[in-house]
């Protein structure tokens, strides 16, 4: 009498978890860069052939090797449309098969794993997935203590200011069942005072955009004051208001020279209800049914951080909207409209919320919209960006009937 499938199944189930046990155990006590040696011994005891781990760098453009080896550009290849789509993608290549694998931690991509093997079949296709999943959480844990790894991500020097606010920055994207958020932002090592800001709970999501005086060292300390003033006064449990207000203050105590922009917006889970409050900013846009809801998210004008408790400017003003499902809010920066094209003419809000829309209506994940989005401007400008572009995207997908 032969196996029986489920007991088949059940063996091969106990090799991969002692397998992925061991990997892990060694990996968490290796530095990232040991890290693509470990995963070819892990993949040749799974049977799994040989295997290499990519990382995207900073820009989007190129898959790089964690070895050093070559890169894969992220468009125009199947590594690329894996990283690209979230997919596994499967080549022939002669006498065996290549197999990439997204390496995604939460909603945020990190590149691929490519394996090589004589077969794929179901058993070692699920090892692979197990083994990119595996990869992908020991890569976010070890990439805010690792110059290796920031290293890998860049393909040329990075200007002090942007140093300083990318370590400020959180992952490009957050995201859970029901809510995203993503954001880009460009030039990747030449930054002034842009950034951006978003987190996450079972039931809220906080996504902000900041747009500081000037390029330059002070700009980015402005930022870097006014996100940490926000971070404090959230963490602390302060509503909206109390977190703007806490931001106004600080800059006011300690860069009194210094102002800077701001959109904040709240996103409540359940309810689908945004407050948000815009501090001289350009207002959101509301994408709902693939067309721009004109003037959704318009509010009266409120003075920048920092200016507010000079002048003592009375309570900040929040406003409140209702979303629909698959309702998408875009908060950017004026270095996006107003970045210059070869013809000379504006990049402008036409052909911003024509590309948003596109995109969208393809079906694209809002970080693939973002990332052709931000190219399409870079690769079109006739100069480098005269100032710095931030584009930031929300979208609310509530489950059928609630959770």
């Known amino acids: ?10 063996a091969l189930s106990e090799i991969d978890e002692e397998m992925l046990l061991s990997f892990l155990a060694r990996a968490h006590a290796a530095s990232p860069g040991e890290l693509p040696a470990l995963l070819r011994r892990c993949a040749a005891e799974l049977g799994l052939g040989t295997a290499a781990v990519y990382l995207v760098d900073l820009q989007q453009r190129h898959l790089q090797a964690m070895d050093g080896s070559d890169d894969i550009d992220v468009d125009g290849t199947l590594a690329g449309w894996s990283y690209r789509t979230l997919t596994i993608r499967i080549e022939d290549v002669g006498d065996s098969l290549s197999a990439w694998f997204p390496l995604v931690d939460g909603v945020e991509r990190l590149g691929v794993v490519g394996l090589r093997a004589g077969t794929m079949d179901a058993v070692r296709m699920r090892r692979g997935r197990m083994l990119a999943a595996v990869l992908a959480m020991l890569i976010t844990s070890k990439r805010s203590h690792s110059d290796i790894l920031s290293r890998i991500a860049r393909t040329q020097p990075m200007e002090l200011p942007a140093e300083m606010l990318r370590a400020f920055l959180p992952p490009r994207a957050i995201g859970n069942a029901e809510a995203t958020s ?25 996504a902000t955009i900041f747009d500081a005086m ?48 701001a959109v904040f917006t709240q996103l409540d889970l359940r309810s689908g209800t ?26 009266p004008p409120q003075p920048p951080l920092g200016i507010a408790a000079q002048l003592g400017a009375g309570p900040r003003r929040i406003d409140e909207t209702r979303l629909l499902p698959g309702d998408r809010v875009l908060l950017y920066t004026d270095g996006v409209t107003e970045a210059r094209m070869t013809d000379g003419t504006l990049f402008g809000m036409e052909r911003f919320t024509e590309a948003i829309i596109r995109a969208t209506a393809a079906g694209e994940l809002p970080s693939e919209v973002l990332r052709r989005l931000i190219h399409q401007i870079l690769d079109r400008s006739d100069s480098r960006l ?18």
Do not use: K
């Not at 001289?280 to 004109?294: A, E, F, K, N, T």
């Open 1 to 10: 009498m032969g196996v029986s499938p489920v007991v088949h199944d059940a």
């Open 182 to 206: 993503t954001a880009v932002l460009e030039p990747a090592y030449e930054l002034g005072g842009d950034a951006f800001d978003h987190t996450l709970t079972s039931t809220r999501l906080d």
């Open 214 to 261: 000037g390029h330059s060292l002070a700009s980015g300390l402005t930022t870097s004051v006014a996100m940490a003033g926000g971070r404090n006064a959230r963490r602390n449990e302060a509503d909206l208001r109390t977190i703007v207000e806490t931001i106004d203050d600080a800059l006011a105590r300690w860069l009194p020279d210094q102002f800077c922009t």
């Open 274 to 299: 945004l407050r948000w409050c815009n501090c001289g900013h350009p207002p959101p846009l509301l994408i709902r049914d693939h067309q721009v809801v004109p003037d959704a998210l318009a509010s």
């Open 386 to 403: 005269r100032d710095d572009a931030t584009i930031l995207l929300l979208e609310w997908r509530p489950a059928p009937g609630g959770r």
